[in-house]
Nanobody, 124 residues
Framework: QVQLVESGGGLVQAGGSLRLSCAAS????????MGWFRQAPGKEREFVAA????????LYQDSVKGRFTISRDNAKKMVYLQMNSLKPEDTAVYYC?????????????????WGQGTQVTVSS
């Protein structure tokens, strides 16, 4: 069993920045990719970003490319999402997830474990 806990969410004005963190614990040995998803009210959960075990390969949803940066620290079992130039449409609950099979998964079904999410609210 793997436990994931997100933190760093909050309320920020448009144009501001937030840094989300995800701490992994439990059965986290081996090689695994990490990803971030988000879900806005009334919408389906969508892919945001993913990062490979090495940290050299990353993938972003087009709407966040150039604004968000995903990174990881395997020694600390942490993954981060630096969110800059935030827009109201970024408002959502953000979830981190772990994928033990694929280098860079983009589907919900690609991921094996999920955190409970952290709320990000961007005001106009």
């Amino acid at each position: 069993q793997v436990q994931l806990v997100e933190s760093g969410g909050g309320l920020v004005q448009a144009g501001g920045s937030l840094r989300l963190s995800c701490a992994a614990s439990g059965r986290t040995f081996g090689i695994y990719a990490m990803g971030w998803f988000r879900q806005a009210p009334g919408k389906e959960r969508e892919f945001v970003a993913a990062i490979s075990w090495s940290g050299y390969s990353t993938l972003y949803q087009d709407s966040v490319k150039g604004r968000f940066t995903i990174s990881r620290d395997n020694a600390k079992k942490m993954v981060y999402l630096q969110m800059n130039s935030l827009k109201p449409e970024d408002t959502a609950v953000y979830y981190c997830a772990v994928d033990f099979i694929r280098p860079l998964g983009v589907l919900e079904s690609d991921y094996d474990y999920w955190g409970q999410g952290t709320q990000v609210t961007v005001s106009s």
